[in-house]
């Protein structure tokens, strides 16, 4: 953190960055495309199926669905269906790139060595952009950093933070890292979870049928946000939780002083009172003064 973008009385306690293995989600899709390719790889050339890949066509089309198949089911996962487009775009790549540099006989060494090749570019992105995160604990606010090509910044001071929401996964257990979602009064910090359920029903075979469709939604308010919002995959993740939860309680204003405070205000007002009533008082006795001076004279 800069020098300059340091508030007055402000220190800051600590500077974080996700830990390495806190965008495994991301990761594992990587992951997979490394498996996938091998996993061709072995089907083509080495495996006892390798004669029924005799037709290249015919390994375009289970590469093709194996990588499209997987990006359906991961985007319905994540509610996230960029990343079903991500899987087209490798797709439609890898399969212009055999028909334009003619690789098409040797497209059972092409695609797989593709496939590894494209996971590798998405591990070093997915590292890009995990260190594109940064996030400044002070003891007056919390500042968020993140994104690689446009540059995200939100600022969240802590009497304005109402609620905390912290989570934990299997690696996070492991590793000690974890995500702490800071939810602001006004609600930043909330998603929304919708469900919808439908089905039909078909009466009569020939002359008669009856279609009938019912359905129902529910939508639950859950803590979400983008990474870059919020504490994401910090390490140590129990240290930076209690630190954060200090912080916001030692800006809550307790009872008392909410009763000092309001005390304060009556006793202002109550001088405030006096003094207009003062110089009513003295505005009388001038007046007062004036009238004798003038019966006299």
């Not at 207009?276 to 003295?282: A, N, P, R, T, V």
Request: hydrophobic content about 45%; some cysteine; overall charge neutral.
């Amino acid at each position: 953190m800069d020098q300059d973008e340091i508030l007055e009385n402000e220190s800051v306690e600590k500077i974080l960055s996700p830990h390495p293995l806190s965008f495994m989600g991301l990761q594992s899709l990587c992951i997979f495309l490394i498996v996938w390719g091998l996993l061709v790889a072995w089907l083509v050339n080495f495996s006892d199926f390798r004669s029924y890949f005799i037709n290249p066509i015919l390994i375009i089309v289970v590469w093709a669905f194996g990588l499209l198949l997987v990006g359906v089911i991961a985007s319905l996962l994540t509610v996230l269906w960029r990343i079903f487009f991500i899987y087209c775009a490798i797709v439609g790549s890898g399969i212009g790139i055999v028909f334009w540099l003619g690789y098409l006989n040797d497209s059972g060494v092409f695609l797989p060595v593709f496939t590894v090749v494209i996971s590798i570019i998405g591990f070093l992105l997915v590292e890009c952009f995990r260190r594109s995160h940064k996030y400044v604990i002070s003891n007056q606010r919390i500042i968020f950093k993140g994104g690689v090509v446009v540059k995200e910044e939100r600022t969240l001071r802590y009497d304005k933070i109402s609620d905390i929401n912290s989570k934990q996964g299997v690696l996070g257990q492991i590793f000690g890292f974890g995500t702490i979602i800071p939810i602001s009064q006004s609600g930043f910090g909330l998603g929304a979870d919708t469900s919808f359920a439908a089905g039909g029903v078909q009466a009569g075979k020939k002359r008669l049928k009856i279609l009938g469709i019912f359905g129902g939604g529910r939508e639950v308010q859950t803590p979400r946000t983008r990474s870059y919002y919020e504490l994401h995959g910090i390490f140590p993740y129990k240290e930076v939780k209690k630190i954060v939860e200090n912080l916001v309680q030692g800006s809550v204003i307790t009872t008392y002083q909410q009763e000092q405070v309001k005390f304060q205000e009556e006793q202002v007002d109550l001088q405030k009172e006096m003094r207009d009533l003062l110089k009513k008082q003295g505005t009388l006795n001038r007046s007062l003064n004036n009238k004798e001076e003038d019966i006299e004279s």
